[in-house]
């Protein structure tokens, strides 16, 4: 049976647990993000015709568009979806920040606000006004029991920003384990995370989102 290392919350890893197990894979939790929710001046929010929302959970807690025609730009397909059942009209759907802020494009009628976290590796253009909307905390140690089942190595590991990269790569680091896992093959969702990684381990590959995560390694 091979093995996958998920390094999401535990929410959105317990999700995805679901859907790689129904394909026989050995799913391993590695909770590498905590979230934690920030007070928004509702008033101020609806000063704003347009957000940019660039995860699931700033998606999922985001508040409904407080009028017709506001409008969002989002990264995944997921986070679309979500924010379109609240309400909002989709302007673009971008695998990545870094593709969404190459495409954005400025409307002058259309205020925009960016719903962030604390820890962020693009900035939007300048025009944009950012929200600190939630508070990212990264895992600092792993458990006994997580380096044992590491030194037996992992067939997959997903990574889904250059953040988690680094801090992933600083615990193994720690611990002793790059020569356990450098024949991992290492899964982003772009080439600036496999970046981070490409002189540690020996295979990256980079799909553009979780579908198509979920894809590859049905195919595998």
């Known amino acids: 049976m091979k093995s996958v290392l998920l390094t999401r919350s535990d929410t959105e890893n317990d999700l995805l647990m679901l859907r790689l197990q129904e394909s026989g894979y050995e799913t391993l ?6 979230y934690e929710l920030q007070k928004v001046d509702e008033a101020g929010f609806k000063r704003f015709k347009q957000i940019i929302v660039t995860s699931s959970f700033a998606a999922n807690n985001a508040p409904p568009a407080h009028s017709k025609g506001v409008s ?3 990264v995944g397909k997921k986070s679309a979806k979500i924010l379109a059942s609240k309400g909002y009209e989709i302007r673009f759907v971008a695998p990545s ?3 969404l802020k190459d495409q954005f494009v400025e409307d002058t009628n259309k205020p925009t606000l960016y719903l962030s976290s604390n820890y962020i590796t693009i ?9 600190i909307f939630y508070k990212v905390t990264y895992q ?3 458990t006994e029991q997580q380096i044992a089942r590491y030194k037996n190595g992992v067939d997959y590991i997903l990574l889904y920003s250059e953040n988690s990269a680094k ?12 020569h356990c896992l450098e024949n991992s093959t290492i899964i982003t ?13 020996k295979t990256s590959v980079v ?5 198509l995560i979920l894809e590859y390694l049905k195919s595998k």
């Open 207 to 211: 799909c553009n989102g979780t579908d």
């Open 123 to 131: 900035d939007m253009p300048f025009f944009v006004t950012r929200c």
């Open 140 to 142: 600092d140690s792993l």
């Open 72 to 74: 969002a730009w989002a």
């Open 29 to 34: 939790s590695c909770n590498l993000i905590k």
């Open 97 to 99: 920040a870094e593709s």
């Open 167 to 178: 801090t992933f790569l600083k615990l193994v680091k720690e611990n002793n384990l790059l």
């Open 189 to 201: 969702i772009s080439s600036k995370i496999s970046k981070v990684l490409a002189d540690y381990f």
